[in-house]
């Protein structure tokens, strides 16, 4: 389930498209679409022209010798991918490029991004590539037949708050890319976020917020008696509750509800919300 209105995130046509699977018997149209799909996905809805399309690997899944996982492997295995998300990319920002390609979502933390660095060190560009598709998480999330897709916004998809808030500093929306129109360019967005583990704010890509970037976090200082040591303090809007029991007396949500929560707190705040059947619409640094 998504953490908040999939609308007011920004993330509403991930939320409302099924994922894509191929199945044998499909008609050449729909093969088609999902091969437009895997393009998508893994350029990171970057526009892609006729001639710089995958025509042997497209071939080759059109007569069932690759299945969707393979397609997917020789689209981020190629010069395409290769000149637009590693070479000319700086490395930690090709890496969590990567996650939000592959997997769909943010790294989890530091060690995970260090553990693709090395990968890169040790083994090279192919080997980075084969780590995220030859994984348990994208065999169990996606298989051999699903095209991959964004999930980052979901609970199941996320092991922390910190990980959900990431989702948004890679993906500002269904219409975004993953380099055009972006500020953060080629250069790292969640570098020294995943160090100091730091939420980022939530905001909503209609509007001002197409432009949004997380300020330093050297500005963030301490704010009032209840900041924790390391002086943050964050502001969760969240959508009105509605009551889980069978014998509620309403079915409609109440009125929105904020919450000022200290750094070290979020994650049991978040639990708190979510069991009660509160939504989550936006967190901020206050």
Known sequence: MPFGPASRLGVSLFDETPP??????????????????VYRQ????????????????ESQFKRGELSVREFVRAVAKSELYRSRFFTSCARYRAIELNFRHLLGRPPLDLEEMRMHSTILDTQGFEAEIDSYLDSDEYQT???????????????????????????????????SSSLKGDLAGKSPKLNSLVIQRTPTAVISPAGSGATFRTPPIASRSRQG??????????????????????????????????????????????????????????IISV
């Not at 893994?42 to 690997?57: D, F, I, K, Q």
């Not at 007396?249 to 069991?275: G, M, T, W």
């Open 20 to 37: 894509l699977e191929w199945v044998p018997g499909r008609s050449l149209e729909e093969v088609e679409t999902i091969i437009k799909a």
């Open 42 to 57: 893994v350029l990171g809805n970057a526009y892609v022209m006729e001639s710089e399309r995958l025509t042997v690997p």
């Open 141 to 175: 999330t996606f298989g051999e037949n699903f095209v991959p897709y964004i999930r980052g916004y979901k609970t199941d998809a996320c092991q922390s708050m910190v990980q959900f808030t990431h989702t948004f500093q890679l993906v500002r929306g269904a219409a």
């Open 225 to 282: 008696v209840d900041a924790s040591s390391g002086g943050k303090v964050y502001r969760i809007e969240v959508t009105g509750y509605r009551a889980k029991t069978f014998n509620s007396v309403s079915k409609f949500r109440r009125a929105n509800q904020v919450f000022l929560v200290p750094y070290d707190k979020l994650s049991q705040e978040y639990q708190r919300i979510h069991q009660q059947g509160g939504v989550i619409a936006s």
